[in-house]
């Protein structure tokens, strides 16, 4: 089986990516974000028979020569490392420059001199801004609308010029919204999951009016590993989404429902992003997708949801429930 590197590798989807792959067959080397407490993030929490498989690199995408480093020796790339969250991109844009536009520069140059066989490049549907029609498709508008989304359109758009100038082959992989198990609390799902099983009667969001089309992880990590064995996706720009979406009122009903019916929702303005900034809709195609993989989503958005409350429920003492997580 090919040896592949996954970036990012301790994170969100980067975790269930890897943990899917190990599973598949695949020699991983996980690249984790170097610090000197060796926290390997959410792979700390693995099986050790995953564990045991895993071939960990500590580094930062910043750095070209541990970049290179990492990649010496694989057969292909994931590359998910980023800086993701939109409200903190407010506050400190050159830090997703130099993570998500050079970042994913010094993956691209390292498998251009290495001649890496397949790379996949981790996008976002929020390249795409507020949806001129629907369901967007990949040939749709970019619209940067917040810093974080201008350096992934940044990030893609570097990734394209080095498949048309060079022949590399490139895959720009552009998941719409993800969630489930391992999700940081600065997403929604995990802040109104996290309030409810606290106890929390106010739940405290931003605006409710926004829709957003959400995968469930593990949806999202097959669909990767989808996109990755087939040949006819080099090139391309690959949605991931199901096709359905939800406004993020709806969905905090559907959570106070299933978790507690008597709690209610407030606006915290802290929380309300600026107007032109704010992506009001978001419903993905994914008929591309099922027409070069053999991908379909398997989770309903309920089905997802249970099992992500699930998840909390056991992990509720790793997050911060009472502070706004930027």
Not at 75 to 90: E, N
Not at 221 to 240: H, M, P, Q, W
Not at 267 to 281: A, F, L, M, T
Not at 312 to 318: E, H, I
């Amino acid at each position: 089986m090919a040896k592949i590197l996954v970036t990012g590798a301790e994170g969100f989807i980067g975790s269930h990516l890897t943990e899917l792959l190990v599973k598949e067959g695949y020699d991983v080397r996980a690249m984790v974000q170097y610090n000197s407490f060796n926290n390997w993030g959410w792979i700390d929490t693995f099986d050790d028979a995953v564990k045991e498989k895993l071939d960990i690199f500590a580094g930062d995408v910043r750095d070209p020569n541990g970049v290179r480093t990492a990649m010496e020796g694989c057969d292909a790339v994931f590359h998910l490392a980023a800086l993701i969250a939109i409200p903190y991109s407010y506050h400190s844009p050159d830090m997703y420059v130099d993570t998500n536009i050079k970042g994913t520069l010094n993956i691209l140059q390292a498998g251009r001199d290495l001649h890496t066989e397949r790379i996949l490049v981790t996008s976002t549907s929020e390249v795409y801004g507020t949806a001129q029609y629907v369901p967007i498709d990949e040939k749709h508008p970019y619209q940067g609308q917040s810093p974080y989304s201008a350096t992934k359109i940044g990030a893609d758009r570097l990734a394209e010029s080095f498949y048309r100038s060079f022949d590399l082959p490139v895959t720009i992989v552009r998941p719409f919204n993800t969630y489930g198990p391992r999700q940081s609390a600065r997403a929604v799902i995990p802040t109104i999951i996290t309030q409810l099983l606290a106890g929390k009667k106010e739940i405290k969001l931003g605006s409710l009016e926004p829709t957003r089309d959400f995968n469930y992880v593990k949806d999202t990590a097959r669909g990767f590993l989808e996109i990755y064995k087939s040949d006819k996706t080099i090139g391309e720009e690959i949605n991931i989404a199901t096709q359905r979406e939800i406004s993020i009122g709806e969905l905090a009903e559907e959570l106070i429902r299933q978790i507690a019916p008597d709690a209610k929702i407030v606006c915290d303005d802290i929380r309300v992003r600026p107007e032109k900034s704010e992506v009001e809709r978001l419903l993905g195609s994914n008929e591309k997708i099922k027409a070069l993989t053999a991908w379909r989503p398997q989770y309903t958005l309920e089905e997802g949801l249970k099992e992500t409350i699930g998840f909390f429920r056991d992990n509720l003492d790793k997050y911060k429930v009472d502070i706004y997580n930027l």
